[in-house]
C-alpha cells in the first residue's frame, strides 16, 4: 500500500493532508525522511508522523443498508445524520465506495481498503450498481430503449445497461457508471418522478434482507466475489 494510503487507512488525517505530511518531510520510515509518495511501507516497518509511531489499521469490510435521510459523508456543514453515525466508535477510519444521495436507501461498502475500493469505483473495471426505482405513475416498458441509448448529462453520454419492469410503477436498472443523480435525471428526461430509489446491488454483492439502518461484514466469499479474477486465484 502507497504511503499516504497506509497513513490515511491508519487514520492520521485525509489523503490529501497525508500528501502534505509526506511533502513536508514529516513522516519517516525506520528513522529515515521519506518524501516519495509511491512508497510502500512493509510488514514490520516503523512509520512515524513527527515523534509518534503509526499503526496500521486491520483492514475492515463493511456493508450498510443506508436509509433515506443519511448522506454519504463524514461530515456535513448542513449537521445532518451521516452514514458513519450507523456504525460502532470504536470502528477504524472507514470511507464508503461510492456515494448515494441522501434520499437514496440501498448498499453502500465502507473499507479502509484503499485498493479495493480503487477496483469498485474506477471507470475502467465498469463495476455493475444494480437499483430498484418507483416511480410516481405507471411505467411506460416502450420508453426503456431511451434510457439504454443514453442521452446527454454533464457532457457525457448517460446510459443504462438493462432496464426491466417489476411491477406497473417499479423498475430495475443496472448501471455501470457514476454520474451525479443520474438515475433521477434520466427518468426526469422522459417525464416520470423517481418516488424511491434503492441500490440493491455491486458486483455481485446484494443487499439482501439486512434491515435499513444496519450493517454488518463482508463474508470471506463476499469480498473474494469483489476481487479482480487474478487475485480471485490467489485468495
Same mark, same amino acid.
Given at each position: 500500500?502507497?504511503?499516504? +494510503? %497506509?497513513?490515511?487507512?491508519?487514520?492520521?488525517?485525509?489523503? +490529501?493532508?497525508?500528501?502534505? &505530511?509526506?511533502?513536508? @518531510?514529516?513522516?519517516?520510515?525506520? !528513522?529515515?525522511?521519506?518524501?516519495?509518495?509511491s512508497a510502500q511501507p512493509a510488514a514490520g516497518d516503523h512509520v512515524k508522523v513527527g515523534n509518534k509511531l503509526v499503526h496500521?489499521?486491520?483492514? &475492515?469490510?463493511?456493508?450498510?443498508? #443506508?436509509?433515506? !435521510? %443519511?448522506?454519504?459523508?463524514?461530515?456535513?456543514?448542513?449537521?445532518?445524520?451521516?452514514?458513519?453515525?450507523?456504525?460502532? =466508535? #470504536? %470502528?477504524?477510519? /472507514?470511507?464508503?465506495?461510492?456515494?448515494?444521495?441522501?434520499?437514496?436507501? @440501498?448498499?453502500?461498502? /465502507?473499507?479502509?481498503?484503499?485498493?479495493?475500493?480503487?477496483?469498485?469505483?474506477?471507470? +475502467?473495471?465498469?463495476?455493475?450498481?444494480?437499483?430498484?426505482?418507483?416511480?410516481?405513475? =405507471?411505467?411506460?416498458?416502450?420508453?426503456?430503449? #431511451?434510457?439504454?441509448?443514453?442521452?446527454?448529462?454533464?457532457?457525457?453520454?448517460?446510459?443504462?445497461? #438493462?432496464?426491466?419492469?417489476?411491477?406497473?410503477?417499479?423498475?430495475?436498472?443496472?448501471?455501470?457508471? !457514476?454520474?451525479?443523480?443520474?438515475?433521477?435525471?434520466?427518468?426526469?428526461?422522459? !417525464?416520470?418522478?423517481?418516488?424511491k430509489l434503492v441500490r440493491v446491488r455491486v458486483g455481485h454483492l446484494r443487499l439482501g434482507d439486512l434491515p435499513r439502518g444496519?450493517?454488518?461484514?463482508?463474508?470471506?466469499?463476499?469480498?473474494?466475489? /469483489?476481487?479482480?479474477?487474478?487475485?480471485?486465484? +490467489?485468495?
Amino acid at each position: 500500500m502507497r504511503l499516504n +494510503r %497506509f497513513l490515511a487507512a491508519a487514520g492520521v488525517g485525509s489523503r +490529501r493532508h497525508c500528501d502534505q &505530511l509526506i511533502a513536508d @518531510g514529516r513522516v519517516t520510515i525506520n !528513522g529515515h525522511v521519506c518524501t516519495d509518495f509511491s512508497a510502500q511501507p512493509a510488514a514490520g516497518d516503523h512509520v512515524k508522523v513527527g515523534n509518534k509511531l503509526v499503526h496500521s489499521e486491520r483492514k &475492515l469490510y463493511v456493508i450498510l443498508h #443506508k436509509p433515506a !435521510g %443519511f448522506v454519504s459523508t463524514r461530515a456535513d456543514p448542513n449537521a445532518r445524520d451521516t452514514i458513519f453515525d450507523l456504525l460502532p =466508535p #470504536k %470502528f477504524p477510519r /472507514l470511507f464508503n465506495i461510492g456515494r448515494l444521495d441522501a434520499q437514496t436507501e @440501498g448498499l453502500l461498502i /465502507l473499507t479502509n481498503d484503499g485498493d479495493l475500493a480503487q477496483r469498485l469505483t474506477h471507470p +475502467r473495471y465498469k463495476v455493475e450498481k444494480e437499483y430498484e426505482v418507483t416511480l410516481d405513475r =405507471p411505467w411506460e416498458p416502450a420508453l426503456a430503449p #431511451k434510457l439504454l441509448a443514453g442521452m446527454m448529462l454533464d457532457g457525457e453520454r448517460a446510459r443504462m445497461e #438493462k432496464v426491466q419492469s417489476i411491477r406497473m410503477t417499479r423498475v430495475r436498472v443496472v448501471l455501470r457508471q !457514476g454520474i451525479n443523480r443520474q438515475i433521477r435525471r434520466m427518468f426526469y428526461e422522459l !417525464g416520470y418522478e423517481v418516488k424511491k430509489l434503492v441500490r440493491v446491488r455491486v458486483g455481485h454483492l446484494r443487499l439482501g434482507d439486512l434491515p435499513r439502518g444496519h450493517w454488518r461484514p463482508l463474508s470471506k466469499s463476499e469480498l473474494k466475489s /469483489l476481487q479482480p479474477e487474478s487475485r480471485r486465484d +490467489r485468495m
